[in-house]
């Protein structure tokens, strides 16, 4: 990672504006003329972590690639939170073709500018976890096979939200979804669903994977500027809560983050060429009640009849944890 | 029982009593209702000794039940707009081998630009895919034409969507009449599929066929397309025998006063001038057509039901001796005119029939009677032009009142 | 024909709210019907939802362009969604504010229209009956108290059957204190029960 190790704990959060740091090591967002490529006018809900995301990754972006970033969008929230006509609320340019094809127009775009010389020009893709880890899979890795020079980043808020929260691949088990209703013998989303499709891009063996959320927007920060360095495919995962779909107050949106890392169920880590080079160990264990409670979609869960599930994720939290080792080898 | 149901949710049920034995759908606005109560069905058991299937796009829920038909179930799903588009090579698939599949098509608009809001350029551009395309009037039909479309589908070995207009009817709440799970056992023959993947008698679905038998291929799909006219008005008659109403048919007669459906109306004379449409505009239209008839003006109204196959026959017997036509379009063949106005005119080749072709409600705009009145009366007065576009707006877009879809005229 | 424009935010159940009325205006012997305006709105954004009372059959797809009856779920949508426009002459605008009519006139910024605006708290109802700012019930409740299109009994029938238990009998609750208290009558949670059966 390139975030730089200074002992004094606060310098790099936001919460000092990075006002210690050397000009270059500050946020994007503490400057006067951050890029605010997503700007005013969109219509996300109240504490969307999706929006929250998008803007910093694509400011950093946009400030790595020195302004010069082109942007393909699949569908979902987050381009049609952005761009009702006749507005749109993204200022770099920006295409939006289809919910299955943003990995492949993104493709197009960077053979164009090769095929023209303009190498001064980056590209990024973006999508939610539907369109990445589903109808896009194929899209996405063929991108990641070729190792075309596009870094794609998956917003994944665990669902299809735009339509009105439906299961997706990415959907962890015994989620409610509009299409995994809480009821029945086995309420929510299956057991044993839900891709990693870190895993999946680490077995692409392509230059640069990470994983992010919104509770560590420097960390995420500097994990797009590294991505930015690297050329060829490169993949950066965001885990962003979303109020509506999770049934969480939309004053929760980082702390649920933060209970997801903490509790080791969502696993932030580096990895280059398929190899895992940097895990973020948790500072404070939590446990995965911490993160589930808050959340309507998994109150079933907090009910009589829940405890065998509640079992079920306490087992993925240890095993992310033995996998990751996310404690660094503390008890 | 008469009972307040939104149309998604009274399509689901009915879908349930037809028994499927595989439902696989992908969610999409507007269709999203429909598959999630099925979801909701399949757990609670209320959709009993059937898979339903979350899949990961829409050419793979088209995929999952072409293959849950040809091993021998009664398969089920459901989409619309850029869901039909991403599913096209297997709903053509589909149709070319015969698998008696039924799909709800929440009609939507197709992007560029993106807009989930209805019109019929979905369906629309499957309309060669060799599917029956059955057009809902209201929320009752939508949830009737289901038992004859897995009927007459069956029937014919040809797969069958039941088009719904999305939002307008998919998420508009009515006073229904379900057909009740009793009714449709006794209604609906049990799913006898003609090819099944039988391991005792093991069969080959989808080979290829060469320039020497492809097009013998498709003259043989032609003449069962032919055929299928007849069974969806024989399905459909017996639906109104067995169920005290109409749903269905071909070409759909309106009483000339009080413009209720009803399939003894007598053909339109050759003073009128008759308005042809399909889709839930039917309902506006009745509404706008009654008091022009109670002013004495000769307008007459035809519903198209079964937009695929064609019904030319029975158009033209519903037309009468009328010449003068009004087709209200929900779809647009770019630099032609409408698309229904396109098969409408093919049908009445010869017969010297003049035709309007009023392009309206395009991506959820809404289509108001005064509006529909307006140019009605213009066609009758001699004014109006070939093709018009309903409530066209020009010098600029004005911004709607916050919240409200634009009603402005 | 009676018909009825809701104008709301999206997570306030403005949809819901016109399906329940339509339910309603069934219990009370109508023809009904329940259009939503859907869109791809979020939470907070406005929407605007219709119903339609009548005696025969309703047939037309058209949105409600004339309302009798105008319920407004957000009283920070005055203005920016003119519920005033197009209401029929002596209409009836129910809004949920803890303000008075007057204000209500003053911030919709039409205040020579022809309507009787009767103003209700139904957020602060409901917070207190169901615990969620959910004002449906109580808009419903409200509206049952000043017109005869529904009736109380109705609207807490509606709201018994699709939530079934302790959420159905808190609407039904919030319903009750609305209808009270637009007809100016003592608030039914703090009056002995036997005297509350006026539904
Ligand atoms: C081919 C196709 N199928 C379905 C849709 C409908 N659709 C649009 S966005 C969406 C879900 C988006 O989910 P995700 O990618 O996770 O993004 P989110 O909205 O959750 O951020 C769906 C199903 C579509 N636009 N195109
Ligand atoms: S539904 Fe979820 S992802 Fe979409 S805008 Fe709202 S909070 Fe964000
Ligand atoms: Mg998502």
């Given at each position: 990672m390139s975030t730089v190790h200074i002992p004094f704990l606060q310098t790099g959060?936001?919460?000092?504006?990075?006002?210690?740091?050397?000009?270059?090591?500050?946020?994007?967002?503490?400057?006067?003329?951050?890029?605010?490529?997503?700007?005013?006018?969109?219509?996300?809900?109240?504490?969307?972590?999706?929006?929250?995301?998008?803007?910093?990754?694509?400011?950093?972006?946009?400030?790595?690639?020195?302004?010069?970033?082109?942007?393909?969008?699949?569908?979902g929230c987050l381009e049609v939170f952005s761009t009702l006509y006749p507005e749109s609320a993204w200022k770099p340019p920006w295409i939006h073709s289809l919910f299955a094809n943003a990995a492949a127009v993104a493709t197009g775009i960077a053979s164009s500018l090769h095929a023209q010389g303009r190498d001064d020009v980056r590209v990024l893709a973006q999508g939610g976890d539907g369109g990445t880890v589903d109808?896009?899979?194929?899209?996405?890795?063929?991108?990641?096979?070729?190792?075309?020079?596009?870094?794609?980043?998956?917003?994944?808020?665990?669902?299809?939200?735009?339509?009105?929260?439906?299961?997706?691949?990415?959907?962890?088990?015994?989620?409610?979804?509009?299409?995994?209703?809480?009821v029945g013998r086995q309420p929510g989303a299956p057991q044993g669903t839900g891709k990693s499709m870190v895993k999946i891009a680490m077995a692409h063996e392509i230059p640069?994977?990470?994983?992010?959320?919104?509770?560590?927007?420097?960390?995420?920060?500097?994990?797009?500027?590294?991505?930015?360095?690297?050329?060829?495919?490169?993949?950066?995962?965001?885990?962003?809560?979303?109020?509506?779909?999770?049934?969480?107050?939309s004053s929760e949106s980082i702390s649920l983050s933060r209970a997801a890392v903490q509790s080791g169920i969502f696993p932030v880590v580096e990895a280059r060429a398929g190899e895992l080079t940097d895990v973020q160990r948790i500072r404070e264990r939590m446990d995965v009640e911490a993160y589930l409670r808050p959340q309507a979609r998994f109150a079933h869960l907090f009910k009589p009849g829940g405890e065998d599930a509640l079992n079920r994720w306490r087992a993925l939290a240890e095993a992310n944890i033995r996998r990751y080792d996310l404690l660094g080898g503390r008890p | 029982m008469r009972e307040v149901l939104e149309g998604s949710q009274a399509v689901a049920r009915t879908v349930a009593r037809c028994?499927?034995?595989?439902?696989?759908?992908?969610?999409?606005?507007?269709?999203?209702?429909?598959?999630?109560?099925?979801?909701?069905?399949?757990?609670?058991?209320?959709?009993?000794?059937?898979?339903?299937?979350?899949?990961?796009?829409?050419?793979?829920?088209?995929?999952?039940?072409?293959?849950?038909?040809?091993?021998?179930?009664?398969?089920?799903?459901?989409?619309?707009?850029?869901?039909?588009?991403?599913?096209?090579?297997?709903?053509?698939?589909?149709?070319?081998?015969?698998?008696?599949?039924?799909?709800?098509?929440?009609?939507?608009?197709?992007?560029?630009?993106?807009?989930?809001w209805n019109d019929h350029s979905d369906a629309m551009a499957m309309r060669d895919s060799g599917w029956l395309q059955l057009y809902a009037a209201d929320n009752q039909e939508a949830a009737d034409l289901h038992v004859i479309a897995f009927a007459a589908a069956e029937e014919l070995g040809i797969p069958a969507m039941v088009c719904m207009d999305g939002f307008v009817l998919t998420h508009a709440t009515d006073v229904l009449e379900?057909?009740?799970?009793?009714?449709?056992?006794?209604?609906?023959?049990?799913?006898?599929?003609?090819?099944?993947?039988?391991?005792?008698?093991?069969?080959?679905?989808?080979?290829?066929?060469?320039?020497?038998?492809?097009?013998?291929?498709?003259?043989?799909?032609?003449?069962?397309?032919?055929?299928?006219?007849?069974?969806?008005?024989?399905?459909?008659?017996?639906?109104?025998?067995?169920?005290?109403?109409?749903?269905?048919?071909?070409?759909?007669?309106?009483?000339?006063?009080?413009?209720?459906?009803?399939?003894?109306?007598?053909?339109?004379?050759?003073?009128?001038?008759?308005?042809?449409?399909?889709?839930?505009?039917?309902?506006?239209?009745?509404?706008?057509?009654?008091?022009?008839?109670?002013?004495?003006?000769?307008?007459?109204?035809?519903?198209?039901?079964?937009?695929?196959?064609?019904?030319?026959?029975?158009?033209?017997?519903?037309?009468?001796?009328?010449?003068?036509?009004?087709?209200?379009?929900?779809?647009?063949?770019?630099?032609?005119?409408?698309?229904?106005?396109?098969?409408?005119?093919?049908?009445?080749?010869?017969?010297?029939?003049?035709?309007?072709?009023?392009?309206?409600?395009?991506?959820?705009?809404?289509?108001?009677?005064?509006?529909?009145?307006?140019?009605?009366?213009?066609?009758?007065?001699?004014?109006?032009?070939?093709?018009?576009?309903?409530?066209?707006?020009?010098g600029g877009v004005p911004v709607p009142p916050v919240g409200a879809t634009e009603v402005a005229r | 024909m009676t018909q009825i424009r809701i104008h709301g935010r999206g997570g306030q159940g403005v949809v819901t709210a016109a399906e329940m009325l339509a339910r309603a205006g069934f219990l009370a012997g109508h023809e009904v019907q329940a259009i939503p305006s859907f869109g791809s709105e979020r939470?907070?954004?406005?929407?605007?939802?219709?119903?339609?009372?009548?005696?025969?059959?309703?047939?037309?797809?058209?949105?409600?362009?004339?309302?009798?009856?105008?319920?407004?779920?957000?009283?920070?949508?005055?203005?920016?969604?003119?519920?005033?426009?197009?209401?029929?002459?002596?209409?009836?605008?129910?809004?949920?504010?803890?303000e008075d009519a007057p204000w209500v006139r003053e911030h919709a910024g039409d205040g020579e229209v022809d309507a009787t605006v009767v103003t209700v708290p139904a957020t602060r109802i409901s917070l207190d009956t169901v615990g969620l700012p959910k004002p449906s019930a109580a808009m419903l409740g409200a509206y049952a108290g000043r017109a005869d299109h529904v009736t109380l009994a109705a609207v807490q029938q509606v709201f018994r059957d699709r939530f079934p238990g302790r959420v159905g009998e808190a609407n039904a609750t919030a319903a009750a204190v609305a209808y009270a208290h637009v007809r100016g009558e003592p608030d039914p949670r703090i009056v002995p029960s036997a005297e509350v059966s006026h539904a």
């Amino acid at each position: 990672m390139s975030t730089v190790h200074i002992p004094f704990l606060q310098t790099g959060t936001l919460a000092v504006g990075g006002r210690l740091l050397d000009d270059a090591e500050r946020s994007v967002q503490s400057q006067a003329d951050r890029p605010s490529s997503l700007t005013r006018g969109h219509r996300a809900c109240q504490g969307c972590a999706e929006a929250l995301a998008a803007r910093w990754v694509m400011d950093t972006a946009v400030e790595a690639a020195d302004g010069r970033l082109v942007v393909a969008n699949a569908t979902g929230c987050l381009e049609v939170f952005s761009t009702l006509y006749p507005e749109s609320a993204w200022k770099p340019p920006w295409i939006h073709s289809l919910f299955a094809n943003a990995a492949a127009v993104a493709t197009g775009i960077a053979s164009s500018l090769h095929a023209q010389g303009r190498d001064d020009v980056r590209v990024l893709a973006q999508g939610g976890d539907g369109g990445t880890v589903d109808i896009g899979l194929a899209a996405v890795s063929g991108m990641f096979e070729r190792n075309d020079d596009v870094l794609y980043v998956c917003y994944d808020n665990q669902g299809y939200m735009n339509t009105g929260v439906q299961r997706s691949s990415a959907t962890p088990p015994s989620a409610r979804t509009a299409t995994t209703p809480a009821v029945g013998r086995q309420p929510g989303a299956p057991q044993g669903t839900g891709k990693s499709m870190v895993k999946i891009a680490m077995a692409h063996e392509i230059p640069y994977v990470a994983s992010a959320t919104v509770a560590d927007l420097r960390d995420l920060e500097a994990k797009v500027r590294t991505a930015m360095s690297i050329h060829g495919a490169r993949y950066l995962h965001v885990l962003v809560p979303c109020p509506l779909g999770w049934g969480s107050s939309s004053s929760e949106s980082i702390s649920l983050s933060r209970a997801a890392v903490q509790s080791g169920i969502f696993p932030v880590v580096e990895a280059r060429a398929g190899e895992l080079t940097d895990v973020q160990r948790i500072r404070e264990r939590m446990d995965v009640e911490a993160y589930l409670r808050p959340q309507a979609r998994f109150a079933h869960l907090f009910k009589p009849g829940g405890e065998d599930a509640l079992n079920r994720w306490r087992a993925l939290a240890e095993a992310n944890i033995r996998r990751y080792d996310l404690l660094g080898g503390r008890p | 029982m008469r009972e307040v149901l939104e149309g998604s949710q009274a399509v689901a049920r009915t879908v349930a009593r037809c028994r499927p034995g595989v439902v696989c759908a992908y969610p999409i606005s507007p269709q999203t209702h429909i598959v999630e109560a099925l979801s909701v069905m399949a757990r609670t058991g209320e959709l009993r000794d059937c898979e339903y299937v979350n899949v990961e796009s829409e050419f793979s829920a088209m995929s999952v039940s072409i293959g849950a038909s040809a091993a021998g179930s009664r398969a089920y799903t459901a989409t619309a707009s850029q869901g039909l588009l991403y599913m096209a090579e297997a709903v053509y698939n589909a149709a070319g081998m015969g698998l008696p599949i039924v799909m709800t098509v929440a009609n939507r608009a197709v992007g560029a630009p993106i807009n989930i809001w209805n019109d019929h350029s979905d369906a629309m551009a499957m309309r060669d895919s060799g599917w029956l395309q059955l057009y809902a009037a209201d929320n009752q039909e939508a949830a009737d034409l289901h038992v004859i479309a897995f009927a007459a589908a069956e029937e014919l070995g040809i797969p069958a969507m039941v088009c719904m207009d999305g939002f307008v009817l998919t998420h508009a709440t009515d006073v229904l009449e379900l057909a009740t799970q009793e009714q449709i056992d006794g209604f609906l023959p049990p799913y006898s599929p003609t090819q099944v993947l039988d391991i005792d008698r093991p069969t080959t679905i989808g080979t290829m066929a060469g320039p020497e038998s492809f097009t013998e291929t498709k003259y043989l799909q032609h003449l069962r397309f032919l055929d299928a006219a007849d069974v969806v008005e024989a399905w459909s008659d017996r639906f109104t025998e067995a169920f005290g109403r109409e749903a269905g048919g071909l070409a759909v007669r309106y009483d000339p006063d009080t413009l209720d459906r009803d399939r003894s109306a007598p053909p339109a004379g050759a003073e009128d001038l008759v308005v042809v449409a399909m889709g839930s505009v039917i309902g506006t239209l009745q509404e706008a057509i009654a008091p022009m008839r109670a002013e004495g003006l000769p307008v007459r109204l035809v519903g198209i039901s079964a937009y695929r196959p064609f019904p030319r026959e029975a158009l033209k017997a519903a037309l009468g001796e009328s010449r003068h036509i009004v087709v209200i379009d929900r779809a647009l063949e770019l630099g032609s005119g409408g698309v229904l106005t396109g098969c409408v005119g093919r049908a009445l080749a010869g017969t010297g029939s003049r035709i309007h072709s009023v392009v309206a409600g395009l991506g959820g705009r809404p289509i108001l009677e005064g509006s529909l009145r307006d140019v009605i009366a213009r066609a009758l007065a001699g004014e109006q032009r070939g093709l018009e576009f309903l409530d066209l707006k020009t010098g600029g877009v004005p911004v709607p009142p916050v919240g409200a879809t634009e009603v402005a005229r | 024909m009676t018909q009825i424009r809701i104008h709301g935010r999206g997570g306030q159940g403005v949809v819901t709210a016109a399906e329940m009325l339509a339910r309603a205006g069934f219990l009370a012997g109508h023809e009904v019907q329940a259009i939503p305006s859907f869109g791809s709105e979020r939470t907070g954004a406005p929407v605007v939802a219709y119903c339609r009372f009548a005696d025969v059959p309703l047939r037309t797809r058209e949105p409600v362009l004339e309302p009798d009856v105008v319920l407004v779920q957000d009283p920070t949508l005055l203005g920016p969604a003119q519920p005033f426009a197009g209401v029929r002459p002596g209409g009836l605008v129910i809004v949920n504010t803890t303000e008075d009519a007057p204000w209500v006139r003053e911030h919709a910024g039409d205040g020579e229209v022809d309507a009787t605006v009767v103003t209700v708290p139904a957020t602060r109802i409901s917070l207190d009956t169901v615990g969620l700012p959910k004002p449906s019930a109580a808009m419903l409740g409200a509206y049952a108290g000043r017109a005869d299109h529904v009736t109380l009994a109705a609207v807490q029938q509606v709201f018994r059957d699709r939530f079934p238990g302790r959420v159905g009998e808190a609407n039904a609750t919030a319903a009750a204190v609305a209808y009270a208290h637009v007809r100016g009558e003592p608030d039914p949670r703090i009056v002995p029960s036997a005297e509350v059966s006026h539904a």
